[in-house]
């Protein structure tokens, strides 16, 4: 669901708890004031008046005269910062996809403070993309001179110069785009010129380890229309001085990854290294020996997820179970109570809680139209920590789980055959969808092989489910199981997604700490072996969502056999088709519903053709090490593929059959050959596609037994198509001449695409095209048959040569 984000850092000055408002408002600190001529800074005791608002912590903030000063005490001088800005509260529609909202994280820097000349300090932003610390530090430094963000003029010094006061209000008022919205944010949303003139400071809050900054911005708009005023609260934090100790990414177990160029890991080459995000979860002092023992100890830090107060209350138990169902993963780890979920307190409870304080993770109920949830996470970028995270939840992705579970599950839950579900249902949906995104925000990415390791006949029996579940992992994209039938009569918490074997295994391996490592490089032989021993057991197995040839790393799918699951998907839709009219139906309403829940089972069924289709031209990617026998990339073999031609044949040529009936038309006005039409052009473009045809030749030139050939797809293809032989029937006839024109058309795209690739996919396309051009105008039949054979071949004469006259027919 959700796109994750994984950022570079931020920025802090530490408070003690406490609050201050501009006094008066936004007149009192209004942008556009003209600064005061600069003197030598004075004496702390003399500029600060007895009147002004003060907030102590570990530096000092100040309020006079309109303006606020902080204290840069020599301490921070050099430290890491991390900044992060949000939107706290969004302009009136300025919207764009999925930004735009409250919550919303909007920037985010890595800064340092550093004492400059001429009682100046500088506010410096680094990148760490490359780094050195042993072999050649000063050339990587000097390669890469931080960026001067700001010059702040110090306004007032101790005697002793250690604490130095300044001015942040024109920095806060400012349109910069490291603080606030950066230029690819601002074209998405139409975000024009900042007005200062409509711009104010509205507060601060600090706590004992960030200040939170908040401001009203008013821009002007790109596109024309009246300005738009938002509320940005910028979050500044204090990095760690010891950074995490971190843990080397590895394609074997999914994890995020902050990368950078590294100079230092082997003296004769560039590396890139990468390291995964986790939290910085550990043992308290006194429990180390326990945790040593293998005893089970609760971290020193746990992980806590707030409930937006802004949160329906009927949802809130749900997602608090759905984070609190990680906490047997964490238990693999070592550490018991690791991570949980609470309500935000109340204003009488706390006070200072703020949703966007930088010191708690949340998930943030949007009101929003969009059907997704994501889960994003904030990390520091020299170690890969995870410092903070919110969790997107828009409001209206309970549509898209009804619909999901309607069309996978409605024959075998009875409480999903109907438009609107009950309430524990959805409750136990939105539990699933929370478990998955909070596992992105732990650092986990989709595991797409954890759908495909157990077979249909698996997936149907309720004994093995209840003892393994249907997918190894929650990470995948694995939904429902659309392969169990009504006669099975599984219960219905045997449908959902659980956290499984592969996500327990995964926090095991990320969370685990070696206290007697503290280096990374020493940990590699060590997690390595830990690795090679675990995925003996295929149920532990990581597939990345990135691949594009792999059939067993797909979205929405089940089993390891998509011709046998899919076939029981598809019956499950047709059991849908005969009931939907009734089960779609809402009091006192028209037939929208009907259409919207009909157009999903026309996109299960696409996901189901296209799950098959995947495995012609598919290749099998496992990551390996040197230690591991076996090969990392081997074709499908050639009877998989042969077989999934036969699934694809027969149900393209029946589906007119079942999932185009007269009474949709009738009641939605949706068109047959249309919905079909657009099935046909995906499935055909799927097969007839240049990395499909490359990987086939590649298979056939390493030598693969038996390898399955361009030549054997395509006359499959053509024995699938029939020509020559139309069906008896009138409608059959019709649906069979759309199934020929996609094909064609996929074909002359095949052959019309330009750049580099095998000479020989494109040879083989045109060779294709000559030979139908051909036989189609040699084809006869009724005078529609013919029209038909004469317009197919012309599509070819015009492709193949362009200035020929058409045939005549």
């Not at 940005?232 to 204090?238: A, E, G, R, Y």
């Not at 309970?398 to 069309?407: A, I, T």
């Given at each position: 669901m959700q796109k994750v984000i994984t950022t570079f850092v931020f920025i802090l000055f530490w408070f003690a708890a406490g609050e201050l408002f501009a006094a008066g408002g936004a007149s009192d600190s209004l942008a556009g004031k003209k600064p005061e001529k600069d003197d030598a800074p004075q004496l702390v005791e003399e500029f600060i008046r007895d009147d002004a608002k003060i907030v102590k912590g570990l530096t000092t903030l100040y309020f006079q005269d309109g303006k606020y000063y902080i204290n840069i005490n020599d301490t921070l001088f050099g430290r890491d910062i991390r900044m992060v800005s949000r939107i706290s509260r969004a302009a009136e529609g300025a919207r764009f996809n999925f930004s735009g909202y409250a919550g919303d994280i909007v920037n985010s820097a890595m800064f340092r403070f550093e004492r400059g000349p001429e009682d100046k300090i500088f506010l410096k932003s680094l990148s760490l993309r490359e780094r050195s610390d042993t072999i050649m530090p000063e050339n990587v430094q000097n390669s890469n001179f931080p960026t001067i963000v700001e010059v702040f003029r110090i306004k007032a010094q101790s005697a002793d110069k250690t604490d130095n006061l300044i001015e942040v209000n024109d920095f806060l008022l400012s349109d910069s785009e490291y603080l606030f919205f950066p230029k690819k944010y601002k074209t998405s949303l139409g975000i024009g010129a900042l007005q200062k003139d409509r711009s104010y400071i509205s507060g601060?809050?600090?706590?004992?380890?960030?200040?939170?900054?908040?401001?009203?911005?008013?821009?002007?708009?790109?596109?024309?229309?009246?300005?738009?005023?938002?509320?940005?609260?910028?979050?500044?934090?204090?990095?760690?001085?010891?950074?995490?100790?971190?843990?080397?990414?590895?394609?074997?177990?999914?994890?995020f990854t902050v990368t950078y160029t590294d100079f230092d890991?082997?003296?004769?080459?560039?590396?890139?290294?990468?390291?995964?995000?986790?939290?910085?979860?550990?043992?308290?002092?006194?429990?180390?020996?326990?945790?040593?023992?293998?005893?089970?100890?609760?971290?020193?830090?746990?992980?806590?997820?707030?409930?937006?107060?802004?949160?329906p209350e009927e949802w809130v138990p749900y997602l608090i179970q759905g984070v609190n169902d990680w906490q047997a993963a964490f238990e693999k780890a070592g550490f018991k109570n690791a991570i949980y979920a609470r309500r935000a307190p109340s204003v009488e409870e706390d006070s200072t809680w703020s949703l966007e304080d930088a010191r708690h993770s949340a998930i943030v109920?949007?009101?929003?139209?969009?059907?997704?949830?994501?889960?994003?996470?904030?990390?520091?970028?020299?170690?890969?920590?995870?410092?903070?995270?919110?969790?997107?939840?828009?409001?209206?992705?309970?549509?898209?789980?009804?619909?999901?579970?309607?069309?996978?599950?409605?024959?075998?839950?009875?409480?999903a055959r109907k438009a609107v579900f009950d309430s524990e249902l959805m409750g136990q949906l939105i539990r699933f969808v929370s478990s998955h995104e909070v596992g992105?925000?732990?650092g986990l990415r989709h595991n797409f092989i954890?759908?495909?390791?157990?077979?249909?006949?698996?997936?149907?029996?309720?004994?093995?489910?209840?003892?393994?579940?249907?997918?190894?992992?929650?990470?995948?994209?694995?939904?429902?199981?659309?392969v169990a039938q009504p006669e099975d009569s599984i219960p219905r918490e045997l449908l959902f997604p659980r956290i499984n074997f592969y996500d327990k295994w995964a926090i095991e391996w990320g969370y685990r700490r070696f206290p007697d490592i503290?280096?990374?490089?020493?940990?590699?032989?060590?997690?390595?072996?830990?690795?090679?021993?675990?995925?003996?057991?295929?149920?532990?197995?990581?597939?990345?969502?990135?691949?594009?040839?792999?059939?067993?790393?797909?979205?929405?799918?089940?089993?390891?056999?998509?011709?046998?699951?899919?076939?029981?998907?598809?019956?499950?839709?047709?059991?849908?088709?005969?009931?939907?009219?009734?089960?779609?139906?809402?009091?006192?309403?028209?037939?929208d519903n009907l259409k919207?829940?009909?157009?999903?089972?026309?996109?299960?069924?696409g996901r189901y053709l296209l799950h098959v289709a995947k495995w012609v031209g598919g290749v099998y990617e496992t990551?390996?090490?040197?230690?591991?026998?076996?090969?990392?990339?081997?074709?499908?073999?050639r009877w998989k593929q042969k077989k999934a031609m036969a699934f694809l044949a027969e149900n393209l040529c029946e589906s007119h059959k079942w999932l185009v009936p007269d009474t949709i038309y009738r009641m939605t006005g949706v068109k047959g050959e249309e919905t079909l039409g657009k099935l046909y052009d995906k499935v055909f473009g799927k097969l007839l596609d240049r990395r499909v045809m490359t990987n086939l030749y590649n298979a056939e030139l390493i030598g693969s037994n038996g390898a399955y050939t361009m030549e054997e797809l395509y006359n499959d293809l053509n024995a699938m198509l029939s020509w020559g032989s139309m069906p008896k029937g009138n409608t059959d006839a019709m649906y069979k001449r759309a199934m020929q024109e996609s094909y064609v058309n996929a074909l002359i795209r095949l052959y019309a695409e330009n750049g580099s690739g095998n000479a020989e996919v494109r040879s083989m396309a045109h060779y294709q095209l000559l030979k139908l051009r051909d036989r189609l105008m040699h084809l006869r039949g009724t005078e529609r048959e013919r029209a038909h054979y004469g317009y197919l071949a012309d599509l070819i004469e015009n492709e193949l040569e362009p200035d020929s006259k058409a045939s005549q027919y």
């Open positions: 601060i809050k600090t706590f004992p380890i960030n200040t939170e900054f908040r401001v009203v911005h008013t821009y002007l708009r790109q596109s024309g229309t009246p300005a738009m005023t938002c509320e940005l609260n910028l979050s500044f934090v204090l990095l760690p001085e010891v950074p995490m100790t971190p843990r080397y990414a590895d394609d074997r177990v999914g994890y890991r082997n003296p004769q080459k560039v590396e890139y290294t990468s390291m995964i995000t986790r939290w910085r979860l550990e043992p308290k002092p006194e429990d180390m020996e326990k945790y040593m023992r293998g005893e089970l100890v609760e971290p020193a830090k746990p992980i806590v997820f707030y409930i937006d107060p802004a949160t109920y949007k009101p929003s139209a969009i059907a997704n949830a994501s889960g994003p996470h904030v990390s520091d970028p020299r170690s890969g920590e995870i410092i903070e995270s919110h969790i997107n939840w828009y409001h209206n992705v309970m549509s898209l789980l009804n619909k999901w579970y309607f069309v996978q599950c409605a024959p075998s839950d009875t409480g992105h925000t732990l954890g759908s495909a390791i157990y077979d249909a006949s698996q997936l149907r029996d309720e004994d093995f489910l209840r003892e393994n579940g249907h997918a190894t992992s929650i990470m995948d994209y694995a939904r429902f199981n659309y503290d280096d990374p490089v020493e940990e590699l032989p060590k997690i390595n072996g830990w690795i090679v021993e675990k995925t003996k057991d295929a149920r532990l197995l990581f597939g990345t969502e990135r691949s594009l040839d792999d059939p067993r790393l797909q979205s929405e799918d089940l089993g390891s056999d998509h011709t046998e699951s899919n076939m029981y998907g598809i019956r499950n839709l047709k059991y849908i088709m005969e009931h939907l009219v009734e089960w779609t139906s809402l009091p006192n309403e028209g037939y919207t829940y009909y157009n999903e089972v026309v996109s299960q069924y990551p390996k090490t040197v230690e591991q026998t076996g090969p990392v990339y081997s074709p499908v073999e």
